[in-house]
T-cell receptor, first 111, second 119 residues
């Protein structure tokens, strides 16, 4: 079981908003920056959010990240069919092995 | 633009070794380290380790220590992942990635290399 816990799946209709949580079991992990990745079927992961809430260039502002205490959240507003993918959170904690841990992933389904 | 191009798919027998390459271009190779991540069929992402392209220093996931070696070659701007004593549960798509000094922030990814371990 991953040290970072995500819901296995979330779903919503096009245009609606969804949030994906990422909870750390370790209080030490909770204090490190969180990144979020989107993985479309059959493709490599793509960085969506880094440093909890920063978007790389080219990522639409429909995607946003936040972090509070031991949990991080990815929010997707105005859901589109092209958003149907797996989403992973990740953080770093040198007290653990592996040093970088990924959440178990959340499948977003657009109804 | 930054590109990471990986070597092609391979099929290996249990107990064998495999070496996957990752050719980097479009940036100064020694600026960032190279991270390796794998994904078993239908499963999530698993961090394997990181290698500094500048110094060659490495960090490995503990459960892979002793079986995996990560290296870089500055002359060819290529990173390599060597995995030994392959088992069936090493069957996965292997990705190289880079783009930040923060290990969990991977801006750029290779296309992935499928390694199948089967008798």
């Amino acid at each position: 079981q991953s040290v970072l816990t995500q819901p296995p799946s979330v779903s919503a209709a096009p245009g609606q908003n969804v949030t994906i949580s990422c909870s750390a079991r370790s209080s030490k992990s909770a204090y490190n920056f969180v990144s979020w990745y989107q993985q479309l079927p059959g493709t490599a992961p793509k960085l969506l959010i880094y440093d909890n809430n920063e978007r790389p260039s080219g990522i639409p502002d429909r995607f946003s990240g936040s972090k509070s205490g031991t949990s991080a959240t990815l929010a997707i507003t105005g859901l589109q069919t092209g958003d149907e993918a797996d989403y992973y959170c990740a953080t770093w904690d040198s007290s653990l092995s592996p040093d970088v841990i990924f959440g178990g992933g959340t499948k977003v389904t657009v109804l | 633009q930054v590109q990471l191009v990986q070597s092609g798919a391979e099929v290996k027998k249990p107990g064998a070794s495999v070496k996957v390459s990752c050719k980097a271009s479009g940036y100064s190779f020694t600026t960032f380290g190279i991270t390796w991540v794998r994904q078993a069929p239908g499963q999530g992402l698993e961090w394997m380790g990181w290698v500094s392209a500048h110094s060659g220093s490495t960090q490995y996931a503990q459960h892979l220590q002793g079986r995996v070696t990560l290296t870089t070659d500055k002359s060819t701007t290529t990173a390599h992942m060597d995995l030994r004593s392959l088992r069936s549960d090493d069957t996965a798509v292997y990705y190289c990635a880079t783009g930040s000094v923060a290990l969990q922030t991977l801006h750029f990814w290779g296309q992935g290399t499928l390694i199948t371990v089967s008798a």
